[in-house]
């Protein structure tokens, strides 16, 4: 169990650390903020970047999946640790 003096110390440590760089999470809002504007003026632009982005994503971890596979070759079942 965690003990909440401790847990209110860090949360104040952390507060702490952060005050000083205010500006740059609003910058950072800011330019979410005008992202998702140029987001929604093209839906089709803003579609076709979040399927890339999915698909790359499916893609590398693929890659993992078959090497991991080739790792536990000697485990029972590798066969379907490369079909999966």
Same mark, same amino acid.
């Given at each position: 169990?965690?003990?909440?003096?401790?847990?209110?110390?860090?949360?104040?440590?952390?507060?702490?650390?952060?005050?000083?760089?205010?500006?740059?999470?609003?910058? !950072?809002?800011?330019?979410?903020?005008? !992202?998702?504007?140029?987001?929604?003026?093209?839906?089709? *632009?803003?579609?076709?970047?979040?399927? !890339?982005?999915?698909?790359?994503?499916? *893609?590398? *971890?693929?890659?993992?999946?078959?090497?991991?596979?080739?790792?536990?070759?000697? !485990?029972?079942?590798?066969?379907?640790?490369?079909? *999966?």
């Amino acid at each position: 169990m965690t003990d909440m003096s401790n847990s209110k110390a860090s949360l104040g440590w952390a507060i702490h650390a952060i005050t000083g760089k205010w500006g740059w999470f609003v910058a !950072l809002g800011v330019g979410e903020l005008i !992202l998702g504007g140029v987001a929604s003026a093209n839906l089709m *632009a803003a579609n076709l970047a979040s399927v !890339l982005v999915i698909g790359a994503t499916m *893609a590398v *971890a693929g890659i993992f999946q078959i090497v991991h596979a080739f790792s536990v070759r000697g !485990l029972r079942g590798y066969l379907l640790w490369l079909l *999966a």
